[in-house]
């Protein structure tokens, strides 16, 4: 742990994993991207067993116009439905060039079991080797397919919800946001964790949070250095960072969740109370000596709280649409 970490007062049961935990990368090179990918699926447990209640299936569902299928895994309640069924579009994190939907296999089947909900996670393309728009476009494809299967797939249309953390916290964001402006499928809520919205770097925690574990202002500048692509120009769409929309209004009611030590907290504050302004319905949750994806240590009271949370506010969302 660094001498500047020392003065972060995080919370006691976070604080002994800290210094196994991996700070500032370079991810200057594709082979360097790759490399942080294996080493972020080498931290996610392996071999947890299927839930009992859920079955989980594999398909492809055509994507955006010209490019390739996407993969989606959709997660089903094993009891038979007596009416349709919510839907949880789920968008895994990884900086925009990490992750896969493997790594949220728990999170989906507890939500698809607590909540009797279908939970459908997207595969989608990962930068550098494909930036800005292609993987947004991949979950737009892939709320589309949802919604346009819903009665095949036993799924009620007025409930869909979308959700993501950090990285696709910012993709749900953005899919929320084209979703609204493209006309597209009605989504009742959104759940932000985390979330990656604003490529400008500029808020006091991301200035101040240099060298925190996980997440830090380095990883940050290579995380939208290579999202926005080679041919960024400097006029960047609110579809990539959010935080550069201008108009909030008419998005469905969120949840967002901040980390008090993460360089992201302060734009998802900020989301959240630009929403509350443009009159979106808004929870937000700040949780105190966290960091950047601290929920890795599951067994800390404060991972757990936030794990119960997320899943009662999708709960409570999903039912209240029903009423």
Not at 92 to 117: E, L, P, S, V, Y
Not at 176 to 201: K, N, V, W, Y
Request: glycine share 8%; hydrophobic share 40%.
């Amino acid at each position: 742990m660094t001498e500047a970490m020392t003065q972060y007062k995080f919370d006691p049961e976070l604080s002994p994993l800290i210094p196994h935990l991996p700070t500032s990368m370079t991810f200057e090179t594709l082979e360097q991207v790759q490399n942080a990918r294996d080493g972020l699926l080498a931290m996610i447990p392996a071999g947890q067993p299927p839930h009992p209640d859920v079955v989980m299936e594999d398909r492809s569902v055509p994507g955006p116009k010209g490019a390739p299928d996407v993969a989606i895994r959709i997660y089903r309640p094993k009891a038979t439905a007596a009416a349709p069924r919510p839907a949880v579009l789920e968008i895994h994190g990884g900086g925009f060039m990490m992750g896969n939907i493997g790594m949220m296999d728990a999170w989906c089947q507890t939500i698809a079991a607590r909540i009797d909900a279908i939970v459908l996670s997207v595969e989608y393309r990962l930068a550098p080797e494909n930036p800005f728009p292609a993987g947004l476009e991949d979950c737009y494809a892939a709320l589309l397919w949802t919604a346009a299967n819903a009665t095949q797939l036993g799924i009620d249309p007025a409930r869909i919800a979308i959700a993501g953390q950090s990285a696709g916290g910012g993709l749900a964001a953005a899919t929320a946001l084209l979703a609204r402006d493209r006309s597209g499928p009605t989504l009742c809520f959104q759940l932000l964790e985390i979330p990656e919205l604003d490529d400008r770097l500029e808020t006091p925690s991301m200035r101040a949070f240099t060298d925190t574990p996980l997440w830090n202002r380095p990883n940050a500048q290579w995380s939208w250095r290579h999202y926005l692509g080679s041919a960024h120009d400097g006029d960047v769409s609110p579809y990539a960072a959010p935080a550069r929309a201008k108009d909030l209004s008419g998005l469905p009611p969120a949840y967002v969740s901040t980390m008090e030590f993460d360089p992201l907290r302060d734009e998802g504050i900020h989301y959240a109370l630009r929403l509350l302004q443009a009159g979106v319905s808004v929870e937000l949750h700040s949780y105190p000596g966290t960091f950047h994806g601290s929920m890795v240590i599951p067994t800390a009271e404060v991972s757990k709280r936030g794990s119960e949370e997320s899943a009662h506010v999708l709960t409570r969302a999903l039912r209240a649409e029903a009423a």
